[in-house]
């Protein structure tokens, strides 16, 4: 069960996602459900999380893991971050499982905010 403004997920970013999945299946027996090419999620290995295509774009891509925080309410997450100097670098998308946006903290550092509430 999501919690009010706790971590929730992580995500990776990953070059090659049949190599990574190749790679922890084997060395930690983890098991996958992909969500198109890009895209793959772990469950019941400690923290809930995935994998996702990287590219040299992205503010994650050399490595870092993304933090995906839980919100019932995206609209007044969203205004508190911006109200407290935080920066939208990705507006409100849907995804499977609900609706979710990036944005980065003072420092320049990206997470996420996801709600199964709706948009």
Known sequence: MSVEGKI??????????????KFFSE????????????????????LNGGF??????STTASGGALIVLYSSQLKET????????????????AFPGGHRFHFCDPNGNEYA???????
């Open 8 to 21: 929730s997920y992580v995500e990776f970013p990953s070059k090659n996602i049949a190599t990574t999945k």
């Open 27 to 46: 060395v930690f027996s983890w098991s996958f459900t992909d969500y198109g090419k890009e895209y793959t999620v772990f469950s019941a290995e400690g």
């Open 52 to 57: 996702y295509q990287a590219d040299l774009s």
């Open 78 to 93: 969203q205004a508190k971050i911006e109200g407290a100097n935080g920066r939208i670098v990705k507006p409100v998308f």
């Open 113 to 119: 905010v996801w709600s199964d509430k709706g948009a």
